[in-house]
Every structure is written in structure tokens, then in C-alpha cells.
């Protein structure tokens, strides 16, 4: 059978699996089975035949089975078991597929053989650094720590590319996790092979060791690393896990882990944040840096022009250079930068995703690989002297694991001048490091686990999004990460302290749907809600377009706090917006008794009533704000095209050339004023204007469209549109 011909079949088994056709299924999947060379799954798919044979049989005799739901449930696993089992069958021959790959490379040898292969050359290493360091074979022990990453890859290799995974291995994998005194990168690793696997193929087994290594390990990063994998592959199979007998014991050990809590908290906030992860590459590459670097070079020459010699850390110090920053707009864009990494925003994806076309990352495990300085890869970037540096590439607070790698695998080709430049930037480096994480000595264990969280995080997004052989997993990173109602764990994934948490970030980046979805379900979880909730939800639909469930939202909030007048303008700009004239009015003169002498709100006023055409009405409001606003004169334009619709044709011109002669006017200033020559049947100058109008516009056809759409208007000054269209064709000749 073909890759092609085998997924449809799969797929067409899962849907019916879902439906509970079961017995197209068990046909489906025989048609499957029969061209398996393994004899013993068309056996076991027999069994399951007959199993449900019997069930139906007992059903149409009216004869209760206290025990139905669990054979149905045993059915259904084994079912989708056994077709996940038809395919490598059928694949693993002669697919190219890294998975099958792998199976065929490993398969003589045991995950024993390979533990006690790993645990001779951890012993090996032990001994040889046991030897005092001046007097150590530096050679020996960097071939050495290279057969113990071969031999880390190669147990990754046969654990995630293992199915199903046997209840011996289950136990040496448990046994190695729980296992202190081996390596912490050793076991991190392990921890994302079981994961890993399960993005090919549903396995209960690993399941319940990621759920076991969180609820055993002691150290945060195995922990967090088995969180996220549990995380993420309850929420991708949701419905079979939802049938399982065994896993709410093991989540529920899990769950009385003291971190427990805060840590699905903390993930669920990271993971979700990767959904931003676009948007803030596009804000770095396109907006940050291209400003930073335009700006550069100008502010550097006027920095030389102050002084000869230029120490860059004295800029911040010196009041005058801190306002060049500032006048150069390289400060605020710095400051944005800052506070996307102050956010946990993935700020550095688009620079060292070019970093990853090194053979190191061919190898598919070193993309889960916690940096560490016992890795050949450091040690054969620094040499002796540079311990400084070293450590401060694993101390870098925003880079994850992989991006480490890469920093490494760049500085070996880098020239020695480069080399020495860095280094003598590092000891001040190293101090400003040490002194910002002086201060945070209080939530030192919290800022560890979500540091931890992050970088695994982005671990997985690079690897997801990077790798050469991505597509041949599931994509993970592109779901909508929505854990609500998550089997088993939906008392603390629909917390409302979380939904909160969750929804505050859907809002802050404009993911509005998901910002409703999540404050919808805060307000459905909790029977006393914060009111702010009702207005950042009404804020939420305003953004969609849906005007009239923001309004419901923000009259709710009203109600709790009658004077916030944020919520006031926006209530007006609904009703605003559904053209109730008469209530958009009242919540406006309402802001303008608590704030008065707002500009903006009188304009607002002018603008409603002009919308509905009291033009009259609408004009006096922008009298009132003209008078406010001596300065910028925002109501000038709105003044003009009243006096334009009320017939007032002296005083529209001689605003709309106040406009003009202000060096300020765009296409639309020259059309209207265009309008108004026309009407007062003036036509060279309004010919004129359109001409200048045209200068400005993007195309002809735009400004034809503008002309035309306000026909009614001129046709209401008494012009015909055969002679508009004239004027326009004698303008554009």
C-alpha cells in the first residue's frame, strides 16, 4: 500500500472510531490488517471482533453487563492501538520517515544494553575527572563525554521511536528518571523522547512515565520538561485519554505535587504565548531594529562630534547623549525591545534561526538538549582562560538552549580579534548579570521554574518550526493551545486565576476571539466576578465588530461603576456605531459633566449629529470646539464641510484655504474645496483642485471614487452627475 492509501485508511477508522462505528471500524481496519506480514495483530484484531461480537449479542437478548463501558472502552483503545500498529508495520520496511529510520537502525539493540552502556561511560568520565584538573587528559575526556552523547542520542532514539512501549522498558525508564546521580541533561532528554513519540503515535504508556517523572523527579527541569509534554499530549488526544481507566490516578499523584498549581499556570502562559510569537518577530525585524540601525549611524556622528572618544557605557550617565538617544528614537525602540524580553516575547527567533543549519542540529535529540558545560560542543568552543565567557553563555537569561548552541557553534568560526572583543566585554557583563539576579533572591525558585519553562518552550518552537524534518510530527505549535476543560486536570486548567491570566494576554496582543472565549469563561466559573472583567470582554467584541454584545458588556460594568469614563466614550461609540443618536448624545454630555473641556468629546458630539444629518446641530458643537482648541484646530475640516452642506460657500472656502495655506491638507482637503468651487459654479478652480487632489492620490480611480461618492451631497446642491463626471474626465486629462 501506498503512504497515501495507508493515511486514508487510518483516517477513515479514526472517524469512525469517534462516531462509535465501531463495526465499520473493525472492517476498516481488517482491510488494513490483511496486508500486515505480522500474522499476530490480525490475530488480536480477531479477538477485538469477537469481544464485540459478544457485547452486541448480550445487548439485543435485554442481558445487563455491569462491566460493558469497560470492555466498550478496551475496544475502542485497542482498536486505534492496533491500526497505529498497522502502519509502522506497513512503513517501517522501506520508509524514509526519520521514525522508521531509526527503528531499523536500532533494532538489535535493548534500552537495557543501552542503559548499561550509558551508565559504564558515566562511570568512565566520573573517574577521569576524579583525576586532579591540571593533570587530566583533556583528550581522553572530550572523546569520552562524545560516546556519552552518541549513547544519550541513541537511548533517545530508541525510546521515542519505540510502540508501543513495553511494561519492561516502561520500568528501566522509570528507574533511569528516577535515578539522581545520572546526568540532569540525560534525563531531561529522556523525558522529550517519550514526548516526542507521542507526537507520532497515541502511547497511554509514555503518558503515565511523563506524568510519574513530574510527580517523582526533584529537579525543576525534568519536572517542567514533563509538565509541558503531558500538557501538550493530553490536549492533542484529548478523546483518548479521556477513556482511559488508569490515567486520574496518576494525575491525581500529580496534582499533589506543591508546585503543581502555579506550574500548569506558568506553562499554559508560555505555551499560549508562542501563538505572539509571529507577531513579535515581525515587530523586531520590520519595526525595532530597522529603526535602531537607521538611526545609528546618525547618532553616532553626533556623538563624535561631542567627544573624540566615545565609552558607550557612559551614554546612559550623560544627560546630554541620554537626550540624542532619546531625540534619535533609538532609546524608545530600545525600550520596546527591553520590554518584549521583560514579557518572555521570543525576541531572538529570527537571528538564530539562521544558526541552525549546523550538522549538530541534523542530529534530531541536540534540539532538546539542556545546555550544559560538560557538553564537547563547549568544551571544544572554550579553551582554557575563557571560563568567563563560558559561564556567561550559560547564565544568558534570554536565550534558550538551543539558541546557546548555536552562540557556540558561531563563535568557533569566529576570527581570533572577534574572540578577544567579546571577551573583554564580558566581565561587565557578568557583573550586571550577577547584580540584576541579586534581586531576585526572593522569587528565585518561581523565576527558575518559568525561566525554565520558557526556554524548554522555545526549545520546542524552533525544533516544531525549524527542523529540517518537521512535517513529518505533529504540529504542535500550531494549535490554538486552548486547554480548557483538559481531561482530568480542568480544575486547574479553568482556575479562574488562570483563565484570568490567559485572557489578560489574548487581550494585550489583539487575539480577540480567544480573549472572549477565555473572559467568557471566567465569567461562567465564578459566581462574584470582577466587573473590569465585563469591560475588558466588552472591550474584546468592540475589537471583533460585534458592537451590540460590547455594549451589553460595558452597560453591565456601568452598573458597578457609573463614572469611568473610558467605559462612557465607549458606550457611546456603540451606540454610536448602531446610529442611536439620542443615547450616544446623553452618554457624551454624561462625559462632559465629569470631564469637562474635553475636545475630543465635543467633536465626538458634532460628529454624531453630522452622521445623522443634524448639520446645524452638529455644526455648533465644532464652533464650541474650535474655541477650545486655539491651537491644533481639529475642528476646522468638520466646520468647512457643514458650511459646504448648509450652503454657507464663503465661509467652507475660507476654512478649507485656512486648511490648505496651513501646509497640512491632503487629497481630501482639495476635493472638498474642489466641491464647494463646483457648486458655486466656479469650475476651473474646481478642476484645479481636483488636479492638485490628484497629485496626492494614490491613483486616478481613487480619486474618482472619492468625487463620486459624495454625489448625493453635490447633487443636493442642485449638480446633475453628468456633470460631475465631465469635470472629473476634464481633471484627469
Known amino acids: 500500500m501506498t503512504p497515501q492509501e495507508i493515511s486514508k485508511q487510518c483516517g477513515e477508522i479514526a472517524t469512525y472510531i469517534d462516531n462509535q462505528q465501531l463495526a465499520q471500524a473493525i472492517a476498516t481496519l481488517g482491510t488494513l490488517a490483511s496486508q500486515v506480514p505480522d500474522a499476530t495483530l490480525r490475530d488480536r484484531l480477531e479477538q477485538v471482533k469477537i469481544s464485540y461480537d459478544y457485547m452486541l449479542r448480550y445487548l439485543s437478548q435485554g442481558i445487563l453487563d455491569p462491566q460493558r463501558d469497560d470492555i466498550l472502552n478496551h475496544i475502542i483503545t485497542e482498536l486505534s492501538t492496533l491500526t497505529d500498529q498497522c502502519v509502522i508495520s506497513l512503513s ?105 513519540g507521542m507526537t ?318 477565555y473572559f467568557s469563561r471566567l465569567l461562567s466559573t465564578q459566581e462574584s466576578t470582577d466587573p473590569i472583567v465585563l469591560q475588558k470582554l466588552g472591550f474584546a467584541y468592540e475589537r471583533l465588530g460585534n458592537t451590540r454584545e460590547a455594549l451589553k458588556h460595558y452597560k453591565r460594568y456601568e452598573l458597578a461603576n457609573d463614572e469611568d469614563v473610558w467605559t462612557l466614550r465607549h458606550i457611546a461609540s456603540c451606540y454610536r456605531a448602531l446610529h442611536k443618536v439620542d443615547q450616544a448624545l446623553e452618554y457624551y454630555e454624561r462625559i462632559d459633566r465629569l470631564k469637562p473641556g474635553q475636545i475630543s468629546n465635543t467633536l465626538n458630539m458634532g460628529h454624531v449629529l453630522l452622521e445623522n444629518g443634524r448639520t446645524d446641530e452638529a455644526l455648533q458643537y465644532y464652533f464650541k470646539a474650535d474655541l477650545m482648541d486655539e491651537s491644533k484646530h481639529r475642528a476646522w475640516r468638520p466646520i468647512a464641510w457643514c458650511s459646504f452642506l448648509l450652503g454657507n460657500d464663503e465661509r467652507s472656502l475660507d476654512y478649507h484655504s485656512r486648511i490648505i495655506n496651513g501646509g497640512n491638507a491632503n487629497m481630501t482637503d482639495y476635493i472638498n474645496r474642489g466641491h464647494v468651487y463646483l457648486c458655486s459654479h466656479r469650475v476651473a478652480e474646481a478642476i484645479t483642485d481636483y488636479r492638485q487632489a490628484l497629485a496626492l492620490a494614490p491613483n486616478a480611480n481613487a480619486l474618482r471614487d472619492t468625487i463620486l461618492a459624495d454625489l448625493p451631497h453635490l447633487q443636493s446642491r442642485g449638480m446633475n452627475e453628468q456633470d460631475v463626471r465631465l469635470v472629473i474626465d476634464a481633471a484627469l486629462s
Not at 130 to 155: G, W
Not at 307 to 317: A, K, N
Open 200 to 517: 507520532k503515535f497515541y502511547d497511554e504508556t509514555k503518558l503515565i512515565l511523563l506524568i510519574d517523572a513530574y510527580t517523582t523527579s526533584t529537579d525543576s527541569e525534568v519536572q517542567i520538561r514533563a509538565i509541558i509534554g503531558v500538557l501538550l499530549m493530553l490536549n492533542a488526544y484529548r478523546r483518548r485519554a479521556e477513556r482511559s481507566r488508569v490515567l486520574d490516578g496518576h494525575l491525581a499523584a500529580m496534582s499533589e505535587v506543591p508546585t503543581f498549581a502555579n506550574d500548569i499556570a506558568m506553562v499554559m502562559y508560555r505555551l499560549i504565548s508562542t501563538r505572539n510569537t509571529d507577531r513579535v518577530t515581525r515587530q523586531v525585524t520590520q519595526e525595532i531594529m530597522p529603526d535602531i540601525m537607521k538611526a545609528s549611524p546618525d547618532l553616532m556622528r553626533k556623538l563624535r562630534n561631542q567627544r573624540s572618544s566615545i565609552d558607550p557605557e557612559e551614554l546612559e550617565g550623560n544627560p546630554e547623549w541620554q537626550q540624542m538617544l532619546e531625540n534619535s528614537g533609538v532609546a524608545s525602540k530600545m525600550e520596546q525591545f527591553s520590554q518584549l524580553q521583560q514579557d518572555g516575547s521570543d525576541v531572538f527567533i529570527s537571528t538564530f534561526s539562521r544558526l541552525k543549519t549546523f550538522p549538530f542540529f541534523q542530529t534530531l535529540s541536540n534540539w532538546f538538549m539542556p545546555y550544559h558545560n560538560e557538553h564537547s560542543v563547549v568544551q571544544e568552543t572554550f579553551g582554557e582562560g575563557e571560563n568567563l565567557l563560558r559561564n556567561m553563555v550559560a547564565q544568558a537569561p534570554f536565550l534558550c538552549n538551543s539558541d546557546r548552541y548555536s552562540f557556540c557553534l558561531t563563535m568557533r568560526n569566529m576570527p581570533e580579534s572577534q574572540r578577544q572583543l567579546i571577551k573583554s566585554q564580558t566581565q561587565q557583563q557578568m557583573a550586571d548579570l550577577d547584580e540584576m539576579q541579586a534581586g531576585e533572591v526572593i522569587e528565585r525558585r518561581n523565576l527558575q521554574r518559568d525561566t525554565i519553562a520558557t526556554r524548554c518552550v522555545q526549545d520546542l518552537y524552533r525544533f516544531f518550526k525549524l527542523f529540517s524534518r518537521r512535517r513529518e510530527f505533529m504540529a504542535v505549535m500550531d494549535s490554538d493551545m486552548d486547554f480548557i476543560g483538559l481531561p482530568y486536570l480542568s480544575d486547574y486548567t479553568d482556575a479562574p486565576e488562570t483563565l484570568q491570566l490567559v485572557a489578560e494576554f489574548y487581550l494585550k496582543n489583539e487575539f480577540d476571539q480567544d480573549a472572549v472565549h
Open 92 to 196: 517501517e520496511r522501506e520508509s524514509t520517515e526519520v521514525l522508521y529510520t531509526r527503528r531499523r537502525e536500532l533494532s538489535a539493540v535493548s534500552l537495557n544494553d543501552l542503559f548499561n552502556q550509558y551508565h559504564t561511560l558515566v562511570n568512565k568520565l566520573s573517574l577521569l575527572k576524579s583525576v586532579h584538573e591540571p593533570e587530566r587528559d583533556r583528550q581522553a575526556l572530550l572523546q569520552l563525554m562524545k560516546s556519552r552523547e552518541q549513547c544519550e542520542t541513541n537511548i533517545f532514539n530508541k525510546v521515542w521511536s519505540s510502540f508501543p512501549t513495553s511494561q519492561g522498558d516502561a520500568q528501566l525508564i522509570q528507574e533511569f528518571l528516577n535515578d539522581s546521580s545520572l546526568p540532569m541533561p540525560a534525563r531531561c532528554l529522556l523525558v522529550m523522547a517519550l514526548f516526542l
